[in-house]
């Protein structure tokens, strides 16, 4: 629900901050949502573009580890499930973009600043994938994360990023769904395929618990973000949430997950689990990680290969009366 809009102050009438302030303060704390028109804080607005354009960088970039496997898909069925997945990631960054710019950011300068590795993208995208087992595996895992992630951004006290997510979180769930019935059948399958999906787990596992970030009492945004209703959790309510969610999935599919620490804490009722691999997780939110440098080179060569049909788009719209080009027209391809 919106917030009644405090009006900007129009002409040469002084900006009263504080009210403007307290207006927005009072809408935060009323579980109203902020929406563009309305005044809000500069660190609020800063906040926002980091996170929302990371987040689309990540649908972006997360498109290629997929795409790579669209043209040896086992089957026509298969080929088809995973063509409308990976479109559906380049409609979720392209979404994301546009929140990104109701807050004043410019979608082509955000993606300059990711090809410029100024600004992140998921960790979990600079992995590798090796046979069509990866594909079950981030449907499942790196799709189950991100649901464990953003169905509380659902409610995020910025009205156009909340609103994003809920058409975003209904697609994930049919990407997680796929990515579990692959699984199933290949479970069910020779012991070859079921070896495969045991070998992906095993390296998915613990890149898929990073995407989380880093613990709270080593996340500097956190604090901040949950004050001001962005972030509704902190990273590690979320990663325990996904690990108690994950372990029956395992079980149910006939899965080890590579952790032997892993056991149910008789107190708590949740699962406990062994320690992450922070220097790993640092290493590739720095660039160096196995697939960082191609991932990052992929986009600028798509990003090159496409500039002119934004130039063509832009000269058309310009001539038939102002319409606006933008980089919607140009095909964010993964290839
Ligand atoms: C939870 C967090 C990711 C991080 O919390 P914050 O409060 O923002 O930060 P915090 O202080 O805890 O961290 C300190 C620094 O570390 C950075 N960092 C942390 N973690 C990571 C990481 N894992 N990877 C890289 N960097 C990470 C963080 O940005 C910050 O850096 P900065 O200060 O900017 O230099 C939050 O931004 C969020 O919920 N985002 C929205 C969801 C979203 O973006 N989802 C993306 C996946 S979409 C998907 O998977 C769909 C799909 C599936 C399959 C195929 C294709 C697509």
Redesign the pocket.
């Known amino acids: 629900m919106s917030a009644p809009t405090l009006e900007r102050p129009g002409g040469d009438s002084p900006v009263d901050t504080a009210a403007l302030q307290e207006h927005f303060d009072a809408t935060i704390a009323a579980e109203h949502r902020i929406e563009p028109r309305d005044w809000m804080p500069e660190g609020y607005r800063k906040t926002l573009i980091?996170?929302i354009a990371?987040?689309a960088h990540?649908?972006i970039i997360?498109?290629q580890?997929?795409g790579d496997w669209l043209l040896a898909a086992p089957s026509l069925r298969r080929k088809a499930i995973l063509l409308a997945k990976v479109q559906d990631?380049a409609g979720?960054g392209m979404y994301l973009y546009s929140a990104a710019e109701t807050l004043g950011a410019d979608r082509a300068d955000l993606t300059d600043k990711l090809i410029e590795r100024k600004q992140?993208?998921?960790?979990?995208?600079n992995y590798p994938t090796l046979t069509y087992a990866d594909v079950g595996v981030?449907g499942w895992l790196?799709?189950g994360?991100?649901i464990c992630?953003?169905v509380p951004?659902c409610r995020s006290s910025y009205g156009p990023y909340a609103r994003a997510m809920i058409r975003i979180c209904k697609e994930?769930s049919f990407?997680q769904r796929q990515g579990y019935e692959l699984l199933m059948t290949m479970m069910r399958g020779t012991a070859e395929q079921r070896a495969m999906v045991q070998d992906a787990v095993d390296r998915w596992w613990w890149p898929s618990l990073?995407?989380?970030?880093?613990p709270d009492d080593d996340?500097?945004?956190?604090a901040q973000?949950m004050a001001w209703g962005i972030?509704r959790h902190s990273?590690d309510e979320l990663r325990q949430r996904y690990v108690d969610m994950s372990v029956p999935q395992a079980e149910f599919l006939g899965v080890t997950l590579p952790d032997p620490e892993l056991r149910v804490d008789p107190e708590t009722g949740h699962h406990r689990f062994g320690t992450i691999d922070w220097e790993e997780?640092k290493r590739v939110?720095s660039g160096q990680g196995p697939a960082n440098d191609e991932r990052i080179a992929r986009r600028r060569a798509a990003r090159d290969d496409n500039a002119w049909v934004i130039e063509a788009a832009t000269a058309y719209a310009r001539k038939h009366g102002g319409g606006r080009a933008t980089a919607e027209l140009a095909p964010e391809s993964a290839a």
């Open positions: 980091r996170q990371q987040h990540s649908e997360g498109m580890p997929e990631e979720h992140k993208y998921s960790s979990i995208f981030i790196v799709d994360a991100a992630n953003q951004l994930e990407h990073m995407m989380f970030g880093p996340s500097p945004n956190s973000s972030k990273n997780f939110i």
